[in-house]
């Protein structure tokens, strides 16, 4: 039966004496000890990828103890079995620590960010590197990014779970994943650890934004608009809301560059999709513009700043105004929840097929030819449903018998 190798203890390297030729002391799974003719003892690791054999060298025994020098070849293991050379993973980890402002996670990430948000809106780029900044810079953001393990990721992103911020904890983590992403191809780490995590976190649930869509309802919140007496800035954007039903955002940082009233139209980037996109004004939506006009027509936003003029109405003041309604915005009817309204009684009640409502939504709908959207598609169809959409609301405001709307 042949002999089991003995274990490597501490009391063994201590005798190891040098001899004519360096030799090794081996402690298993490719670990060994070198012991040099000057006496010097230093931990190695071999193994072999990609068909090739490797060695690395892990530190100086004792400054690297025999319970070290085996982590050092666990980790190695660990690499090895999910791919990744520990040759070349030590490497960039050198690379990092020779320059670790250049390659710490925080770093890294803002270069990211600068490349990535190029051709997107300034407001999600400021929200991705807000949670960036408020949950991983504090903790992660002076590590050098190829040190950063999934487990360490994991507890700062359970830290805003536990906030009870699941959604954000997802958005950040997608975040974190993208930077590693970048990282990897700019030659500063291996992999992406994020990838380790799927399904670390429970899938958010899905919640659909407040709206009405009974007609009745509307009426009711038509009439409770009509009779708001808050700003003019307010009272006009709230009632231009269901008439326009663009996103909030876009709504309340409207240009007065970007709107005609001769035309009737109000051209702009739409910040999600990064796609220009064309609101045919109804006469009743224009007729709001032009009694802005006077009022902030000599700026650059239709709707200014309480405090600064020079700024855009706040992105609570939507929702501010219907709470002082008496309206409840998780329950009955949010600033975005206009968007929600339009599409179920455009479709429902006006009989407007889904396409065309769905361009007028902005939202990117492949057609046959695979074009995702086309600023100017169905604009003669999207013109009239916008003025049927605003006569349909005034009589629903009037509480007139309104018949459903059949194209021509």
């Known amino acids: 039966m042949p002999k089991l190798a003995e274990r490597l ?51 100086r025994y004792p400054e690297v103890s025999l319970a070290s020098a085996e982590k050092h070849a666990t980790s190695a293991l660990e690499l090895l079995a999910n791919g990744i050379n520990p040759s070349e993973n030590k490497k960039a ?45 504090p903790w992660l953001g002076s590590k050098p990014i190829s040190e950063i393990t999934a ?36 030659g500063r780490a291996l992999r992406d650890p994020c990838v380790d995590l799927r399904g670390a976190l429970p899938s958010p649930v899905v ?12 009426a009711e919140l038509l009439r409770a608009i009509d009779g ?22 876009e709504l309340r940082t409207a240009k007065w560059a970007d709107i005609d009233l001769e035309a009737n139209q109000w051209r702009y980037r739409v910040s999600k999709t990064n796609t220009m996109h064309l609101v045919p004004l109804s006469t009743q939506a224009a007729k709001l513009f032009a009694d802005m006009h006077p009022f902030s027509g000599h700026g650059e936003f239709v709707f200014q700043g309480g405090h600064d003029p020079k700024k855009p109405m706040s992105a609570a003041a939507i929702n501010a ?14 600033a975005h929840g206009f968007r929600a309204m339009a599409r179920t009684i455009l479709h429902e009640r006006l009989n407007i097929d889904p396409y065309i409502i769905e361009h007028q939504l902005a939202h990117k709908v492949p057609d046959a030819l695979g074009a995702a959207y086309n600023r100017t598609k169905f604009i003669e169809q999207r013109t009239g449903m916008m003025q049927a959409w605003a006569d349909y609301l005034d009589e629903l405001k009037a509480g007139a018998k309104v018949l459903p709307f059949k194209q021509a």
């Open 9 to 59: 203890t501490d009391a063994k390297i201590k005798n190891a004496k040098p001899k004519e030729k360096p030799y090794k002391l081996a402690a298993g799974r490719g670990l060994h000890l070198l012991v040099k003719t000057d006496g010097s003892k230093h931990w190695q690791f071999r193994f072999r990828f990609d068909g090739k054999e490797n060695t690395i060298a892990i530190g």
């Open 93 to 137: 980890a050198i690379a990092s620590k020779t320059g670790v402002l250049a390659n710490s996670f925080e770093v890294v990430a803002r270069e990211w960010a600068a490349s990535y948000f190029t051709n997107k809106s300034a407001s999600h780029q400021e929200r991705t590197l807000r949670r960036l900044e408020l949950y991983l810079f």
């Open 151 to 186: 487990p360490q990721i994991l507890e700062v992103v359970k830290r805003i779970e536990n906030l009870n911020k699941l959604e954000t904890a997802h958005r950040t983590l997608q975040a974190t994943s993208q930077v590693f992403r970048h990282a990897v191809q700019t």
């Open 207 to 218: 919640k659909h934004m407040a709206a009405f869509t009974e007609p009745k309802q509307i």
């Open 228 to 249: 708001f007496t808050g700003s003019l800035t307010v009272q006009t954007a709230l009632r231009l809301s269901p008439l326009v039903f663009t996103r909030p955002s």
């Open 321 to 334: 105004a219907l709470k002082r309604m008496g309206y409840d915005t998780q329950q009955d009817i949010t």
